[in-house]
């Protein structure tokens, strides 16, 4: 048999063998199984259904409150927060987190339950975020209840795809506008469908542990399964400060096999616009500047890291958003909100004219900042397909949160690097 990639092994520790296939059938009892409370109506229907009054592992789930952040009144959401509460109480899981808590792609990193060579279960793809700290995780949609009854669930072993990334991120320019030129060149292909995705290289080291969640958040779009990063010097300190149980590094075998080898040289990457409604429609700035704009949202699973919060900041300072623009900023988590208060971020915002809303997805899935028809919205969310943020006629561009908070600021798409490159006079560095 060839050599092991990264999922080969994770997997293989969780059946307790030496290796697996790829494309074998396996069934894993994984180390967490994660749960949102969108779909947690249903699963409570299943698990009435069938009669389960006790799962087995409730040390083994997370669930958490991340989506519905805030329970309006004439929506339904107050009693799905009280029937998951009750729920978690009375099967004794400690690991439940209401709302304003944050969104679990970030708290399982934040908290230690995400840790090196874990195998994770999870209701998204996008949680693939937890791979910046070497867990695997593998999205398995409403079958997340199966896992909580039976303490495991079958997958099919992925194949794996590497990325090599060189050079450093050039002036202006973020992690977010790597993952969206991966997008473009992979999304709208079966290239990478169904992949691993392992990144290497040595432009890692120069990328923060934001940065790799925020490529690995998106990945899901352009295809893949799901993703990791090396486990270098500084994921390993982030992880030994917070880890909550044991944790092993796994690396892949020098022989291991990939479905499909890339390279990306990060110098030569400029800042990126997705254009509604291919999530694949990512084009450098300049070929959408000047579009106006209604809305500008900063936040999500794909852009609401202390980096992201940093970055606005950068670009907001002693600024004001445009008159005709509603700037919403979530912070991803509570750690997050209050890293960013301490640095006096949430300042910047609010003289600014922001608006700072509880942790969560908030905007994203636009339960908060809805659009009317032929309305303008340039955000760091996850998707900008038609209707995902109200009116169907809006339209929704996709950018990192420099190009986010500079559209806010001229009430237009520009090039963020004009702002960044001009300080205010009076700002505060």
Same mark, same amino acid.
């Given at each position: 048999?060839?050599?092991?990639?990264?999922?080969?092994? /994770?997997?293989?520790?969780?059946?307790?063998?030496?290796?697996?296939?790829?494309?074998?059938?396996?069934?894993?009892?994984?180390? #967490?199984?994660?749960?949102?409370?969108?779909?947690?109506?249903?699963?409570?229907?299943?698990?009435?259904?069938?009669?389960?009054?006790? /799962?087995?592992?409730?040390?083994?789930?997370?669930?958490?409150?991340?989506?519905s952040t805030s329970a309006a009144m004439g929506s339904h959401h107050y009693q799905t927060h009280r029937?998951?509460?009750?729920?978690?109480?009375?099967?004794?899981?400690?690991?439940?987190?209401?709302? $304003?808590?944050?969104?679990?792609?970030?708290?399982?990193?934040?908290? $230690?339950?995400?840790?090196?060579?874990?195998?994770?279960?999870?209701?998204?793809?996008?949680?693939?975020?937890?791979?910046?700290?070497?867990?695997?995780?593998?999205?398995?949609?409403?079958?997340?209840?199966?896992?909580?009854?039976?303490?495991?669930?079958?997958?099919?072993?992925?194949?794996?795809?590497?990325?090599?990334?060189?050079?450093?991120?050039?002036?202006?320019?973020?992690?977010?506008?790597?993952?969206?030129?991966?997008?473009?060149?992979?999304?709208?292909?079966?290239?990478?469908?169904?992949?691993?995705?392992?990144?290497?290289?040595?432009?890692?080291?120069?990328?923060?542990?934001?940065?790799?969640?925020?490529?690995?958040?998106?990945?899901?779009?352009?295809?893949?399964?799901?993703?990791?990063?090396?486990?270098?010097?500084?994921?390993?300190?982030?992880?030994?400060?917070?880890?909550?149980?044991?944790?092993?590094?796994?690396?892949?075998?020098?022989?291991?096999?990939?479905?499909?080898?890339?390279? #990306?040289?990060?110098?030569?990457?400029?800042?990126?616009?997705?254009?509604?409604?291919?999530?694949?429609?990512?084009?450098?700035?300049?070929?959408?500047?000047?579009?106006?704009?209604?809305?500008?949202?900063?936040?999500?699973?794909?852009?609401?890291?202390?980096?992201?919060?940093?970055?606005?900041?950068?670009?907001?300072?002693?600024?004001?958003?445009?008159?005709?623009?509603?700037?919403?900023?979530?912070?991803?988590?509570?750690?997050?909100?209050?890293?960013?208060?301490?640095?006096?971020?949430?300042?910047?915002?609010?003289?600014?004219?922001?608006?700072?809303?509880?942790?969560?997805?908030?905007?994203?899935?636009? #339960?908060?900042?809805?659009?009317?028809?032929?309305?303008?919205?340039?955000?760091?969310?996850?998707?900008?397909?038609?209707?995902?943020?109200?009116?169907?006629?809006?339209?929704?561009?996709?950018? $990192?949160? #420099?190009?986010?908070?500079?559209?806010?600021?001229?009430?237009?798409?520009?090039?963020?690097?004009?702002?960044?490159?001009?300080?205010?006079?009076?700002?505060?560095?």
């Amino acid at each position: 048999m060839p050599g092991q990639t990264v999922a080969q092994k /994770i997997i293989a520790r969780a059946l307790g063998r030496e290796a697996v296939e790829v494309g074998e059938y396996v069934t894993v009892s994984a180390d #967490y199984t994660v749960c949102q409370e969108l779909f947690w109506p249903g699963h409570q229907r299943n698990l009435e259904r069938i009669g389960v009054e006790r /799962i087995p592992r409730p040390d083994k789930a997370v669930m958490v409150i991340d989506h519905s952040t805030s329970a309006a009144m004439g929506s339904h959401h107050y009693q799905t927060h009280r029937s998951l509460r009750d729920w978690c109480e009375a099967q004794g899981i400690e690991n439940f987190f209401g709302p $304003g808590s944050g969104l679990r792609h970030l708290m399982m990193v934040e908290r $230690g339950l995400a840790r090196p060579g874990l195998l994770i279960f999870s209701d998204e793809g996008n949680i693939a975020s937890l791979g910046a700290v070497g867990a695997l995780n593998i999205p398995i949609s409403t079958e997340v209840v199966v896992s909580l009854i039976e303490n495991q669930n079958w997958l099919a072993v992925p194949p794996s795809a590497r990325i090599t990334l060189t050079g450093k991120l050039p002036f202006g320019v973020t992690a977010r506008d790597l993952i969206q030129t991966i997008i473009r060149d992979y999304g709208a292909t079966d290239r990478l469908l169904g992949c691993c995705v392992e990144f290497t290289g040595p432009a890692i080291a120069s990328l923060s542990l934001d940065d790799r969640q925020t490529i690995l958040a998106s990945l899901f779009h352009s295809g893949a399964y799901t993703g990791v990063m090396p486990v270098d010097a500084v994921a390993r300190a982030y992880v030994e400060a917070r880890a909550a149980g044991p944790w092993q590094v796994v690396e892949a075998d020098p022989d291991a096999e990939y479905v499909l080898e890339a390279s #990306y040289d990060l110098s030569a990457l400029s800042p990126m616009v997705t254009r509604p409604p291919d999530l694949h429609g990512g084009v450098p700035v300049e070929e959408v500047s000047g579009r106006r704009i209604d809305q500008a949202t900063i936040g999500s699973c794909a852009g609401n890291r202390l980096d992201d919060m940093r970055a606005a900041a950068e670009i907001l300072r002693g600024r004001q958003v445009a008159r005709h623009v509603t700037l919403y900023i979530t912070p991803g988590s509570r750690e997050v909100y209050s890293a960013a208060a301490r640095e006096g971020l949430l300042e910047v915002f609010s003289d600014a004219g922001a608006t700072v809303l509880a942790p969560g997805c908030t905007t994203c899935w636009g #339960y908060q900042g809805q659009l009317n028809d032929h309305e303008v919205l340039i955000s760091t969310q996850q998707f900008n397909y038609q209707g995902r943020n109200g009116s169907r006629s809006a339209e929704v561009f996709l950018a $990192g949160p #420099y190009a986010v908070a500079a559209a806010a600021v001229a009430g237009r798409i520009v090039d963020p690097r004009g702002m960044l490159a001009m300080q205010p006079a009076g700002a505060l560095s």
